[in-house]
């Protein structure tokens, strides 16, 4: 099982909107809607953000949202804000006899 | 509060071993996966296990298929990892996590994981 795909960075000033992708195949992103996400500060656990695709636990602004299509999650995050600024994974199940498959991770930068 | 608590790791030479824990607390222990998860310094997570509820089932990467074993005692709401035969590459922290009543639920607590470091 491969590692998904995400973009190695991502940044946006504070108001804006940023989309963070998510690439996997048929098996995993594409094959079930059990796909979260997780932020990283330095030094901390991450935490979970969105689950189900399009999922906010209690606690996580609104500003936070998730959509799939097809193969490829996204998170987006309106209205950037600096405490924002974090390491963005995404994860996914790919079946009750896979291993759960991670992101390589997105650092977001607010400017 | 829901917490996870992991202990047992440190400093270790290639070939050897180490056995980590994780308390539970907070919540129905007996109703819940819990997975392990480690993440290299300064890269990203890697799932490594999951266990059901009452440790009947076991699913774990191929990566560490005969050297790694994964066991749950839920009279002590601790999961435990056995970790033999370590490699530099074993060399991360070891994040200990709840997911759900099923097997595809999130990873909504994390504890504050337990650092392996492998070197001789």
Redesign the interface.
Known sequence: QSALTQPPSASGSPGQSVSISCTGTSNDVGGYNHVSWYQQNPGRAPKLMIYDVTKRPSGVPDRFSGSKSGNTASLTVTGLQPEDEADYYCSSFAGENYPWVFGVGTKLTVL | EVQLVESGGGSVQPGGSLRLSCAASGFNFKKFWI?W?RQTPGK????LS?IDGDGSTI???DSVMGRFSFSRDTAQNSVYVQMNSLREEDTAMY?CVRGGKY??????I????TMVIVSS
């Open positions: 997975h998860v990203g997570l890697v799932w999951r699913r774990f990467v994040y097997e595809w639920d999130a990873f909504d994390w504890g504050q994981g």
